[in-house]
C-alpha cells in the first residue's frame, strides 16, 4: 500500500513538473537596456521611450512586443504596404503590420531587414492566389483580393541573421 502511494506521488510530481515549464522573459531586461536612451550617429532621431516604445524621426511609434534574449526584442510597425515593398507600390492606401527585430550589440542598436524564406514562400503563393507578375518588380492585384488573408509576418519569421547598424545608444 505504501509503495502504491509513493508511486502516484512521484508521477504526480513528475507531470507537475512536466506541465508547469518555466517561461524566461527577458522583457524587463530589454526594456531596463534600452528605457529613456537615444541612437546617436543615425539618419534620423530614435528615442526609445520608458516603456521600451520606439520613436522614429520624432514620430513613427514602433511598439514593444517581447524580448528575445535580453538584447533582442521583437517590434510591430504597422504602416502602408507600399513603404515595406516595392513591388506593392500600386496599393498606397493599404495598412499593414510586420514584425521587426532590434538587437543591441557593443552598445550598438541594430535592425532586421529581411524574413526567413518561409515568410516569403507563403507571401509569394498569396500573391499568386490574388493577383498576378506582369514583371520582377510589378505585381497588380485581382479585382476580387482578399487583403484579410494577407500573410502578415510573425515574431518567429523575423530572420535574426539578416542586420544593419543604426548607431550608437547613449
Do not use: C
Not at 509503495?3 to 518555466?22: A, G, R
Not at 550589440?105 to 506582369?134: C, D, H, P, R
Not at 509576418?153 to 523575423?158: E, K, L
Amino acid at each position: 500500500m505504501f509503495f502504491i502511494i509513493l508511486v502516484i506521488l512521484l508521477v504526480l510530481i513528475v507531470l507537475f513538473f512536466i506541465n508547469h515549464k518555466s517561461v524566461i522573459s527577458y522583457d524587463n531586461a530589454w526594456v531596463r537596456l534600452v528605457q529613456n536612451k537615444t541612437v546617436k550617429d543615425a539618419d534620423k532621431s530614435y528615442l526609445f521611450k520608458e516603456d521600451a516604445q520606439l520613436i522614429i524621426g520624432g514620430k513613427k511609434k514602433i511598439d514593444f512586443i517581447k524580448a528575445k534574449y535580453d538584447n533582442m526584442a521583437v517590434y510591430s510597425n504597422t504602416d502602408y504596404l507600399n513603404k515595406f515593398m516595392l513591388v506593392f507600390s500600386g496599393y498606397p492606401s493599404v495598412k499593414v503590420t510586420f514584425m521587426e527585430g532590434y538587437i543591441v550589440e557593443n552598445n550598438k542598436l541594430y535592425y532586421t531587414y529581411a524574413y526567413k524564406s518561409s515568410y516569403y514562400t507563403k507571401l509569394n503563393n498569396w500573391m499568386k492566389i490574388n493577383g498576378v507578375f506582369q514583371s520582377k518588380e510589378v505585381w497588380v492585384a485581382k479585382k476580387n483580393i482578399k487583403w484579410s488573408a494577407f500573410p502578415y509576418p510573425t515574431a518567429s519569421d523575423i530572420n535574426w541573421e539578416k542586420k544593419a547598424m543604426i548607431g550608437s545608444l547613449s
